[in-house]
């Protein structure tokens, strides 16, 4: 299935926020193609913006994917059934599902082996060229779409994506119930890395950030020590014992969740983390670093890296219906879907600040 922009079979308009250029977005007609048998026509009804979608929206980028022609923005998503294709089972008109964003091809040997994440054909909602998911409705494969519990709600379903990131990240570094886990960044993907390492039985987190604003919102998320650091490099090693005096011991795991400015928060990850740890980056936007890797090497850290997640969404819907996470407080921004709502909303995420998670309502 492709989403490119064609004729609808229905031809009712369906709208769609469009990025168009630098800092640009429009709210335009938005025509899907008809559906496919094993297809899902959903109304959207939450999407949360992404650090993936400033990027796009300030720079037309995000690391190596390019914006070269206008595209419909937008990915942490859910919404409601409207329609079913002639071979869906799984699904009925009124569900309430939220929508794992990316379509692999299922062929090639990283979808043959269950890395699907990897697959090189990716077709992942507002990564170009693919349209995203800020549109009234979408069509998406039914395997795709996740049926919510009555006690989830739509903007759950929608966090869902960014709880992947660290849900993945957990089980890539193997965290239970004796890791001790450093997090380097407390912002959103940071603050849902804390929560996912929490219900993965993680005992101590200690979360590191150089804004003194969001260490205070990480510590009443649940953070057991937060440390306002700097970004000088040398001041790593006076960092490294603060964090270990705040840990109580060595750091089994570190998560590095910062996008930019890599060579100090990877430098502090690798210096804090215990012999025979691990460190895990997360944020990637940043594509070369100079980090002191042989020291690290020398004391058998393990340096691992994520991209995007895999057969997460069962887990966080239960982490989310049992209560065991909570990602309601990381919404703090709500706008409706006009064209002033869609420009305040990313010009807020933007700006960063008090800003954690900002949602669209449709």
């Not at 939220?98 to 990564?127: D, H, Q, T, W």
Request: hydrophobic share 40%; aromatic share 6%; proline share 5%.
């Amino acid at each position: 299935m492709s989403r490119e922009n064609k004729t609808e079979e229905d031809g009712k308009e369906n709208m769609a926020a469009w990025l168009v250029g630098i800092k640009t977005l429009r709210i335009q007609p938005y025509t899907l193609l008809p559906l496919g048998p094993h297809d899902a026509k959903i109304r959207i009804k939450a999407v949360g913006i992404c650090g993936s979608d400033v990027h796009h929206f300030k720079h037309m980028r995000c690391a190596n994917f390019v914006v070269k022609k206008p595209m419909v923005i937008g990915h942490e998503c859910a919404g409601v059934v409207e329609e079913v294709g002639s071979q869906v089972k799984s699904l009925t008109v009124g569900d309430r599902v939220a929508l794992e964003p990316g379509i692999s091809c299922g062929r090639c040997n990283s979808c043959r082996v269950g890395c699907y994440n990897l697959c090189s054909e990716m077709k992942f909602f507002g990564s170009p060229p693919t349209n995203g998911s800020l549109a009234t409705m979408v069509l998406h494969p039914a395997n795709l779409c996740f049926k919510l519990p009555n006690n989830v709600s739509l903007e759950e379903g929608a966090m869902c994506e960014p709880l992947s990131v660290g849900v993945h990240a957990c089980r890539r570094a193997n965290i239970g119930p004796e890791t001790k886990v450093l997090i380097v960044g407390a912002g959103p993907i940071g603050l849902v890395s804390m929560l996912a390492a929490r219900a993965f039985g993680a005992p101590k987190i200690v979360m590191v950030d150089i804004d003194d604003c969001r260490l205070s919102f990480a510590k009443k998320l649940g953070a057991d020590g937060t440390i306002l650091v700097s970004t000088k490099i040398e001041d790593v090693q006076d960092e490294v014992i603060q964090i270990e005096n705040a840990i109580g011991t060595r750091v089994d795991v570190s998560f590095d969740c910062v996008g930019m400015d890599k060579t100090k928060t990877m430098t502090t990850a690798l210096s804090a983390t215990r012999a025979g740890g691990k460190v895990c980056l997360v944020g990637l936007a940043q594509s070369q670093m100079n980090i002191p890797l042989t020291p690290a090497a020398a004391r058998e850290v393990d340096v691992i890296g994520i991209f995007r997640y895999r057969n997460t969404w069962p887990l966080c819907i239960d982490f989310l219906r049992t209560g065991k996470i909570d990602v309601k407080p990381l919404i703090t921004h709500r706008f409706s879907f006009s064209q002033q709502d869609v420009e305040k909303a990313f010009e807020t995420t933007a700006r960063g600040g008090n800003a954690i998670k900002v949602m669209f309502n449709l």
